[in-house]
């Protein structure tokens, strides 16, 4: 009996003593496997404690889970998304084929800039387009009404009757902080895809870029983040969620991203955008200079505008002479009598774009001074400069 009951009672110890080490022992060991994991100490962490299975410190995520570049990334487009349009435009191209007008349908990105309806876009993206329509982040559209467009910069304005509680304006930046290396986000609809978050880095600044009839934007942002079609118009954006620029364009064989893109800097929008929703165009100063030839010594005046501010001011074009033989009239063109030009206040000018973005820098009534070379000796004149819708577009011809 004794032999049995010892028996009974060593058993009991023995399942007493699994069940310790399958609970609370286990819980013993994880705690002391806990204690002994290394640490690592992050002053974003929300969560706290160690990982017992050498994993992934939870320590790294915040309270929802996200680190810290994956909070920065919901944060940017969680603040503008709703800012972002996607834009759809009708209108007709040639048919070769039969020498009519066919359908044809664009699209585009936008930004909402106020509360009363005013939408940021390129300029391509609304050109010719017979109608305009742009959907909002809730899915509703209204057609938009033309307000103006600065061709040169491809930028456009145009505007929806929405209510206020539906416009969401983009919060706008300052692009002359920019350094390449910095995170930059993009926005848009490409390929109908509409508010399309990518993400990527400045990869460089101060590009040229020629957008409309070979004009050329200086101060490009170059970025790698991927824009395609469909992406023009739309917010580059800083980790703050600040528009710093306008995505236009792209380079690539292919027509689809290739990590090379490129934005207008939104201190260039900033400077036109007013005059667009003032007037619906730029008003540019006028030096009253319509073509030059490009020469190796610098602009030769080729037209200038009658009673211009340059004529105005005692710039000379080529000398026209007219002489009759019978019936016609002969006309001789002397262009060693036209000005050649060196210098827009002192600073150099080699082509017809350094020129215009030489004069394109001061405001109209400005007085600036002309760098000459006449009769081969240097003079400088000064031209007080007018004003005008568009400004005259300077042309340049190789001579």
Same mark, same amino acid.
């Given at each position: 009996m004794k032999?049995?009951?010892?028996c009974?009672?060593?058993?009991?110890?023995?399942a &007493?003593?699994?069940?310790?080490?399958?609970?609370?022992?286990?819980?013993?060991?994880?705690?002391?496997?806990?204690?002994?994991?290394?640490?690592l100490?992050f002053?974003?962490?929300?969560?706290?404690? %160690?990982?017992?299975?050498?994993g992934?410190?939870?320590?790294?995520?915040?309270?929802?889970?996200?680190?810290?570049?994956?909070?920065?990334?919901? +944060?940017?487009?969680?603040?503008?998304?709703? *800012?972002v349009?996607n834009?759809?435009?009708?209108?007709?191209?040639?048919? #070769?084929?039969f020498f009519?007008?066919?359908?044809?349908? #664009?699209t585009?990105?936008?930004?909402?800039?106020d509360?009363?309806?005013?939408?940021?876009t390129n @300029?391509h993206?609304v050109?010719?387009a /017979?109608?305009?329509?742009?959907t $909002?982040?809730?899915?509703? *559209?209204?057609?938009?009404?033309?307000?103006?467009?600065d061709?040169?910069?491809?930028?456009a304005?145009?505007k929806?009757?929405?209510?206020?509680?539906?416009?969401?304006p983009?919060? @706008?930046?300052?692009?002359?902080?920019?350094k390449?290396?910095? %995170?930059?986000? +993009?926005?848009?609809n490409? @390929?109908? $895809?509409? /508010?399309?978050l990518t993400?990527?880095?400045?990869?460089? $600044?101060? /590009?040229s870029?020629?957008?409309h009839?070979?004009?050329?934007?200086?101060?490009?942002?170059?970025?790698?983040?991927?824009i395609?079609?469909?992406?023009?118009?739309?917010?580059?954006?800083d980790?703050?969620?600040?528009?710093?620029?306008?995505?236009?364009?792209?380079?690539?064989?292919?027509?689809?991203?290739?990590?090379?893109?490129?934005a207008?800097p939104?201190n260039?929008?900033?400077?036109?955008?007013?005059? &667009?929703?003032?007037h619906?165009?730029?008003?540019?100063?006028?030096?009253?200079?319509?073509?030059?030839y490009?020469?190796? +010594?610098?602009?030769l005046i080729?037209?200038?505008?009658?009673?211009?501010?340059? !004529?105005?001011a005692?710039?000379?074009?080529? %000398?026209?002479?007219?002489?009759? /033989?019978?019936?016609?009239?002969?006309?001789?063109i002397?262009?060693?009598?036209?000005?050649?030009?060196? +210098?827009?206040?002192?600073e150099?000018v080699?082509?017809?774009d350094?020129? &215009?973005?030489?004069? !394109?820098?001061?405001?109209?009534?400005d007085?600036?001074?002309?760098?000459?070379?006449?009769? #081969?000796?240097?003079?400088?004149?000064?031209?007080? &400069?007018?004003?005008?819708?568009?400004?005259?577009?300077?042309? *340049?011809?190789?001579?």
């Open positions: 032999q049995v009951f010892a009974f009672l060593s058993a009991l110890m023995a &007493l003593l699994t069940v310790w080490l399958t609970n609370d022992g286990q819980q013993a060991i994880e705690a002391q496997d806990q204690d002994n994991a290394p640490s100490t002053p974003n962490g929300n969560q706290r404690g %160690k990982n017992p299975h050498g992934v410190d939870r320590r790294l995520f915040n309270a929802d889970g996200l680190s810290s570049e994956e909070a920065v990334n919901v +944060a940017v487009y969680e603040h503008v998304n709703k *800012s349009v834009i759809t435009t009708k209108s007709t191209r040639p048919d #070769g084929l009519m007008d066919v359908p044809a349908e #664009g585009g990105s936008g930004s909402v800039i509360s009363t309806g005013h939408i940021l @300029f993206v050109e010719d /017979r109608t305009v329509s742009v $909002l982040y809730n899915g509703k *559209s209204y057609d938009a009404a033309f307000v103006g467009a061709a040169f910069n491809d930028v304005v145009i929806v009757d929405a209510p206020k509680d539906v416009l969401y983009v919060v @706008f930046g300052d692009s002359s902080s920019l390449v290396g910095m %995170k930059v986000f +993009a926005i848009g490409p @390929f109908g $895809l509409e /508010r399309t993400t990527g880095i400045i990869s460089s $600044l101060n /590009r870029l020629k957008i009839q070979n004009r050329t934007i200086k101060s490009i942002i170059q970025i790698d983040a991927a395609n079609p469909g992406n023009s118009g739309g917010p580059l954006l980790s703050h969620g600040r528009l710093i620029g306008m995505n236009t364009a792209i380079a690539s064989k292919t027509g689809q991203s290739s990590g090379v893109g490129f207008i939104v260039l929008v900033s400077r036109v955008v007013p005059q &667009l929703i003032t619906g165009r730029v008003i540019r100063p006028e030096i009253g200079i319509q073509q030059v490009e020469t190796e +010594a610098g602009l080729a037209v200038l505008t009658p009673k211009g501010p340059a !004529e105005l005692g710039l000379h074009g080529p %000398k026209i002479e007219r002489r009759r /033989r019978g019936l016609l009239i002969i006309e001789r002397d262009r060693s009598a036209a000005d050649l030009i060196i +210098a827009v206040d002192g150099e080699s082509t017809a350094d020129f &215009l973005s030489a004069i !394109e820098k001061r405001q109209p009534n007085v600036v001074t002309i760098t000459i070379i006449r009769e #081969g000796r240097k003079q400088k004149i000064q031209v007080k &400069l007018g004003g005008g819708p568009e400004g005259k577009r300077v042309e *340049s011809t190789p001579l």
